[in-house]
């Protein structure tokens, strides 16, 4: 089934339609639930599918560190910070619906940038993203990234004057057919739920949440909130022990992951970066004009969408601050470190002690 029978008390985004329930969810993370289910039934431990797949996007971001860089110390120092220095680890540790969403995006938007970096196949390039984005909506706007690193194959014909006679339109429709493949089973999966090919699920929890979203679902007026607490929401300070705690209504990505600054260096001019940035920028902007900030959360999840750009950009900006040396300055060395131990905190903080709840403006 794609809808359920009853709706649990807990769960607040389940939409009814005709006497059915419907999670206003992608449903990429079920599918990949479907083979644990077969062997366990319900009594299927998501937590800890999304352990096993947190684990393979670690993996994966070795493997695409390989593709990408040539030293082996800044391979294994950007491993260790994405495994257990980001908030993918908490998110992983955790795997509820909306964690678990970013978990499963991430698997299939990192396998779309290593092969990016590795054979090029645009049609498997379309397929991943367009499986990521049947994860996380947003992540489908990071298209210009592989436009421009597979330019390319389909900016081949450099011989001819005319523009559009040097384009190669076959890669550009394989990449297309990929991603559309998604798109179009996205409008049927919307018609068969709500007789309708827009994507209206998160239209109809908004106007049922207007306390959450008192200018509709998306509005420029909530972009403020968005920004502090993306670059300036600090934890929680008390005069009690432990004095420093998680504020779960989300932290800065410097504080969550300070090595992220190292983005900055790799330039802005270079392919690789300039590709980056044409990612980063549209899916951020998106998220941070909706209405909804990421609620319970460690750091800020809706970053999650655009990491695997984050992580190349700070991979490149330190293996340019290289030049001769084989090895990671201190302070490379330490950003890293200390952005592993924050994470370790709030792993087992929140994990283990509960959140402090403080106030939501």
């Not at 220095?85 to 509820?96: D, E, K, R």
């Not at 190292?262 to 909706?290: E, Q």
């Amino acid at each position: 089934r794609i809808y359920l029978l009853e709706k649990p008390e807990w769960l607040n985004e389940i939409l009814s339609y005709n006497g059915k329930f419907y999670v206003i969810y992608p449903p990429m993370p079920a599918i990949l639930l479907l083979p644990q289910v077969i062997i366990s039934g319900l009594e299927a431990n998501q937590t800890l599918a999304s352990v096993f797949w947190g684990s393979v996007n670690v993996a994966l971001v070795y493997f695409l560190m390989r593709r990408l860089l040539s030293n082996i110390r800044v391979q294994i120092w950007m491993t260790l910070l994405f495994g257990f220095g980001t908030i993918h680890w908490y998110l992983a540790s955790v795997g509820n619906g909306w964690y678990f969403a970013h978990v499963t995006s991430f698997l299939f938007l990192i396998l779309a940038i290593i092969e990016t970096f590795g054979r090029k196949r645009p049609l498997l390039i379309g397929l991943l993203l367009g499986a990521s984005f049947w994860c996380r909506l947003p992540v489908v706007l990071s298209l210009p990234f592989f436009l421009i690193m597979l330019s390319d194959k389909w900016m081949a014909k450099w011989d001819s004057t005319n523009f559009f006679r040097k384009i190669n339109y076959a890669p550009l429709i394989k990449l297309g057919l990929g991603v559309g493949i998604f798109v179009v089973l996205n409008f049927v999966y919307n018609y068969v739920r709500f007789d309708t090919l827009s994507n209206v699920a998160y239209q109809m929890q908004a106007a049922k949440e207007q306390w959450f979203y008192p200018k509709g679902l998306f509005n420029i007026s909530y972009i403020p909130e968005h920004l502090w607490i993306f670059f300036l929401k600090p934890p929680v300070f008390t005069l009690e022990p432990p004095y420093i705690k998680p504020d779960f209504t989300g932290m800065s990505i410097l504080i969550t992951t300070p090595a992220f600054i190292y983005s900055l260096f790799a330039g802005f001019r270079n392919k690789v970066s300039a590709a980056c940035w044409t990612a980063i920028i549209p899916v951020a902007l998106v998220s941070f004009t909706h209405g909804g900030v990421g609620w319970r959360q460690f750091g800020y999840r809706f970053a999650m969408d655009f990491y695997p750009f984050l992580l190349v950009l700070t991979a490149l900006g330190i293996n340019k601050n290289l030049n001769a040396r084989l090895d990671l300055t201190w302070d490379e060395k330490a950003f890293i470190s200390v952005s592993i131990l924050i994470n370790l905190w709030g792993v087992i903080w929140i994990n283990k002690f509960g959140w402090v709840v403080s106030g939501y403006s």
